[in-house]
Nanobody, 123 residues
């Protein structure tokens, strides 16, 4: 029932910016979180950022803190990830995921996943 659709990925030069969107539907619970994760070739999936709809709390991995900003638009049922000062090491497939629990950056805590969107940062 829960559906997540990512968009906004693409190719950008180092130092540039992209905004990813995660359109959500099918939520019937009050306490949920939307997380952004990424997976680069040959690497394990890692948490990037998450936001809790119940508390409004946001979390960021150390690698993106100060450069990325997560936000939500309740009217559009959409969560955004604004990525600034992008680096080549940010290149990965980015996934959004939903968890009916407190927000975290732990992959195993998320129940529903989007299809992913490619972000490529060149230098």
């Amino acid at each position: 029932e829960v559906q997540l659709v990512e968009s906004g990925g693409g190719l950008v030069l180092a130092g540039g910016s992209l905004r990813l969107s995660c359109a959500a539907s099918g939520f019937t619970f009050d306490d949920y979180a939307i997380g952004w994760f990424r997976q680069a070739p040959g690497k394990e999936r890692e948490g990037v950022s998450c936001i809790s709809s119940s508390s409004g709390s946001t979390y960021y991995s150390d690698s993106v803190k100060g450069r990325f900003t997560i936000s939500s638009d309740n009217a559009k049922n959409t969560v955004y990830l604004e990525m600034n000062s992008l680096k080549p090491e940010d290149t990965a497939v980015y996934y959004c995921a939903a968890a009916d629990t407190l927000s975290s950056l732990i992959v195993g805590e998320y129940d529903y996943w989007g299809q992913g969107t490619q972000v490529t940062v060149s230098s």
